[in-house]
C-alpha cells in the first residue's frame, strides 16, 4: 500500500469529522524542496465545499493525522498546501518489504478482459523509416505499460498491402528492375521495393514534364502520363484477381515483410497478430446494412450511405460509396469488429496513429458507439506528433526519408565513437564491444523518443540523444552499470535486513523508489512512456546525489554498508524493470 493510500482514508475521515463535509479523493503531490515534509495535500480543492482560511484547515486535518496515523509524526501548512511528515521507520519498513521484490511496482491481473494495441501498421512498399520508429516504440511501450498496470495486452499491426501505392512499385520493378530480388541485389527486400516506389516517381515527374512541353496543362498531364495509367490499370487487374498480377504482387510483399521482420528485430518490438488490408478491406460493409436498418446511418438518393454526425459537433461521413464500394472509415469499423471475434476477451483497443488523423479518430469510436457495442467506450487513439531532423521533413516517393535501419547502425555507431572516446573499454572482447555500442545506441534512441510527451511534436537529434550526461538513455544506462560494479565489489553478504537510521539521502532515495507503482499506473491510464522515462531519470538523479554525498563500501559501519549496498541494488532493479517496458536493454558494464 502506498502512502498516499495509508493517508487518504485519514484525510477522508478528519474532513468528514471536522467540517461536516464528504469528499471521495484526496489530491497529493511530492513536498517542495525548500519544505520540510515526505509528501504534501493540496488543500485547495477543499475550498470549495469548506468555508474558512486553508491554513486553519490545513492544521485541523493534520493535526487528526498525528493523533490517528502512527507513520505521521508532524506537519506543517504553507498557503494551502499540508506538508507531511513522515516516520523514518515506514521507510525502512517499506524497503525491507520490497527489496527482494523481482516484480516491485507491477500489478497482477485483475480482470479477465484484453486490451488490444495496434501500432506500426506499414505500407508495403517502402522500408520503415523514422516515422515509423516512434510509432513502433510508442505502441510497444504503451502495450509493456499496460501489462505492468495488471492488464492482459495483445499486441497486432495492420498492414497496408493494397492500393495504386503497391501497384507503383510493383509496375516500376516490371518495367526497371530487370529481374532483380533481395538475394542478387543483396538489398533487404523493404529496401529493395522502396527503390522501385522512388523510381516510379521518378519516371512519372519525367513523363509529365514531358507532356506539358508538348502544351498539356500539370493537371493534364498528371492524370495522362502513360505511368500512371498503367498503375491504375494493374489495380484493377488486382482487384479482378489476374493471376500474374497476384503472383508479383505476393513475390514483392513477401519480400518486404521479411525486411520488416529484420527491422522489428532490432528494433526489439513484436507482435501477437497481424491484420492485412487485402484480407480486411470488404469487412464492414455488411455492418452498414444494419446501421441502415436501425436508423443509425442514412441513404442518399445517389445509393450512397452516411452518417450525420453534426449534432455530435462533429460533420456527416460518408460510409458506403453510389457504387457500393466501402471507403476507410467502412474497413476500420469492419475491422474492429472483427478483431473482438478474433480474440473474445478485448475489452479494449488502443489506435497508435500520427495526430493527422484525430478527427477519423473521433468519428470511428463514436459510431462504433453509435452501433451498441460496449466496448466503444473502452477505444483511446495514441495521438503522437510527427518527428522531425534538424534538416526537416520527410518524403519517402522522393527517397529523401531517414531509413529506420540506417537510423539504428547510426546511432550504435555513434554509441561507438563516443564510448572509444572515453576510454573505458579495456578487457572487453570484439563481441561484448559490439553489443554495448547496440545496446547504448538503441537506448538513446529508445529513451530520447519516449521521454517526450506522445502528443508533442518532437525534433530528433542523434548527437543529443547519445551525450552521457543529462536526461538521456545513456547517462541512465551508466549510472546502471555504475550500480553492478559496486555489487560486484561488495565482498560480504548483503543479503539479511538490517535496521538503520536514515540518512536524509537515503530517504530520499526510498522515497523515489515508492513512486514507481504509482507511476507505473499513471503511464497506463494516460498512455505515456514519458512518465517512465522522466521517473527513471529522477530516480538516477536523486541515486547520483546519494552516491556523491554518502560512502558506500568505504563505510566503517556494516550495518550502514549493507543498507546502501541494498538500496543500491533496489535503485539498479527499477531502473533495470522501468527500462524494460521502454524496451530498453542496460549493460552490465560501460
Known sequence: MTLSQILSPFIIEAVQKQFDVTIEKVEFQSTRKDFEGDITMVIFPLLKLIKGNPVDIGTKIGNHLVENVPQVSKFNVVAGFLNIVIEDTYYTQFFNEIKDDQKFGFKSHTSDKAIMVEYSSPNTNKPLHLGHVRNNLLGYS???ILKAAGNKVYKTQIINDRGIHICKSMLAWQKFGEGQTPASSGLKGDKLVGNFYVKFDQEYKSQINALMAEGRTEEEAKKQAPIILEAQQMLLDWEAGKPEVMELWKTMNQWVYDGFAQTYKSLGVDFD???YESNTYLLGKEVVQFGLEKGIFEKDPDGSVWIDLTPEGLDRKIVLRSDGTAVYMTQDIGTAIQRTKDFPD?????????NEQDYHFKVLFLILKKLGFEWADSLFHLSYGMVELPSGKMKSREGTVVDADDLMQEMTTTAQTISEELGKLEGYTDEEKAKLYKTIGLGALKYYMLKVDPKKQMMFNPEESVDFNGNTGPFIQYTYARIQSILRKANFDYTAAVSVDLHPKE??????????TEVIQDAA?????????NYTYDLVKEYNSFYQTVSILGEEDLTKKIFRVQLSKKVADTIKTAFLLLGIEVPERM
Open 142 to 144: 504503451v502495450a509493456e
Open 273 to 275: 497478430s497481424y491484420y
Open 346 to 354: 478485448v475489452g479494449g483497443m488502443v489506435y497508435t496513429v500520427g
Open 507 to 516: 530517504k530520499e532515495l526510498i522515497k523515489q523508489i515508492e513512486l514507481y
Open 525 to 533: 491510464r494516460n498512455h505515456s512512456p514519458a512518465l517512465i522515462a
